[in-house]
Every structure is written in structure tokens, then in C-alpha cells.
Antibody
Framework: QARLVQSGAEVKKPGASVKVSCKAS????????LSWVRQTPGQGLEWMGW????????TYVQKFQDRITMTADESTSTAYLDLRGLTSDDTAVYFC?????????????WGQGTAVNVSS | DIVLTQSPDSLAVSLGERATINCQSS????????????LAWFQQKPGQPPKLLIN???TREFGVPERFSGSGSGTHFTLTISSLQAEDVAVYYC?????????FGQGTRLEI
């Protein structure tokens, strides 16, 4: 059965970077896109962007455009989210989810979430 | 960008009663190539990732109880829980994956 397992919680200082991993299993990794969604404390869900299936072309939400990178390592079936220039506003739980815009199954499989705490 | 607006923001329903959550989209989420609405409903409980309940506006995911149903078309969609159970207390989100950027409604908190 399809599964996504994310890396552990992170504590970062303002201005630092964080890299979150998302390891897929139970399905053909390259056949699906991979989205990243974050949830700030007590708030709703925010789609940050995705990497497409096969070609792995990234698409980012404009507010993150200058400081985000999404990649995938096909050899290990692992996706990565790299977020730079962290501020306290980036304190959130970050989720990876299989799928993305235009993919027929939608966001059908989710990782467990990675808590990122940005604090001086 | 497609904006999803849910109503109400919170809802209290008695056990065994019906709960109805609405989702209004600023644009159509109908995908002509496969004649489906790319609109999903998620349930999220504290400390857990969202769980996909309904896909393509009204198709229940495998294992989701029959009391959950989705309906609607065009730009107005509804999630209905026919007979509320205690374990249904959660926040519910609608989500469109028709076009980038994907978006979520603001969430509806469902309580007993």
C-alpha cells in the first residue's frame, strides 16, 4: 500500500534553511507528482507547490518562489523540500502528499507531517 | 487562482443528526477531459494529517463510512454526514486540484 514517511521535527534559527524529506513506498514513485502543504499553528492548510510526475518540473506558489526548492531523487524514491530564509511565520507542520493539480487521484496519500519551529 | 469558501466556519450537531458543510468555488473545477469535478473533501483530527474522504466531488474513498457523502456541481459543493458519530469530530476541508495553484477552503470545525 502506498505510504509516505517524512523526516523528523526541526528547530531552526531565523534566517536559516530547512530541508524536509519524504520517502515513498508501495507505489511507482515516478508515476505521480508530489505536493507540499503546510499548516501553521491553529490555522488551515496551505498548498506550497509540487513537482510533477516523470519530468519532475517544480511549480511553486508565488509567495515562496524566491526561497523554496522542491526536488526528487528517483533512486531512493524520496522527495525534498528546501525552504530558505526562515522567519517565525514559517513555524508550521509541513506535509508531503502524493499528487497535484490535474492528477486524477488528487492528494490521496499523505506523510505524517514534519514540525518546523523557527525561534531565536 | 481558484478561491474556495466554506460555510459555516464551525458547526455543532447532535449525535445521530445530519451535518452539512458547503464549499463555494470562485471558478469551475470541472475537468472536461475526464468529465470529473476535481474537488475533494478531507477530514483532519488533531495531530494527524488530513484524510481523504471524498474525491471527484462525490466518490467516497475506500473504507470511508457510507454516512459520508458528497454532492454538487459547477461551483457549489456539499459534504453531508447523515448521522453524526462521536468519532466524526474534526475539521473538514474542501480542496480543488483542478488547476495550479491548488487551494483549500478555510476549514469547518465540527463539534458535538
Amino acid at each position: 500500500q502506498a505510504r509516505l514517511v517524512q523526516s523528523g521535527a526541526e528547530v531552526k534559527k531565523p534566517g536559516a534553511s530547512v530541508k524536509v524529506s519524504c520517502k515513498a513506498s508501495g507505489y511507482t514513485f515516478s508515476s505521480f507528482g508530489l505536493s507540499w502543504v503546510r499548516q501553521t499553528p491553529g490555522q488551515g492548510l496551505e498548498w506550497m507547490g509540487w513537482i510533477s510526475d516523470y519530468t519532475r518540473i517544480p511549480t511553486y506558489v508565488q509567495k515562496f518562489q524566491d526561497r523554496i526548492t522542491m526536488t526528487a531523487d528517483e533512486s531512493t524514491s524520496t522527495a525534498y523540500l528546501d525552504l530558505r530564509g526562515l522567519t517565525s511565520d514559517d513555524t508550521a507542520v509541513y506535509f508531503c502528499a502524493r499528487g497535484g493539480p490535474g492528477e486524477i487521484l488528487g492528494l490521496d496519500v499523505w506523510g505524517q507531517g514534519t514540525a518546523v519551529n523557527v525561534s531565536s | 487562482d481558484i478561491v474556495l469558501t466554506q460555510s459555516p466556519d464551525s458547526l455543532a450537531v447532535s449525535l445521530g443528526e445530519r451535518a452539512t458543510i458547503n464549499c463555494q468555488s470562485s471558478q469551475s473545477v470541472f475537468y472536461r477531459s475526464d468529465t470529473k469535478h476535481y474537488l475533494a473533501w478531507f477530514q483532519q483530527k488533531p495531530g494527524q494529517p488530513p484524510k481523504l474522504l471524498i474525491n471527484w466531488a462525490y466518490t467516497r474513498e475506500f473504507g470511508v463510512p457510507e454516512r459520508f457523502s458528497g454532492s454538487g456541481s459547477g461551483t457549489h459543493f456539499t459534504l453531508t454526514i447523515s448521522s453524526l458519530q462521536a468519532e466524526d469530530v474534526a475539521v473538514y476541508y474542501c480542496h480543488q486540484y483542478h488547476s495550479s495553484p491548488c487551494s483549500f477552503g478555510q476549514g469547518t470545525r465540527l463539534e458535538i
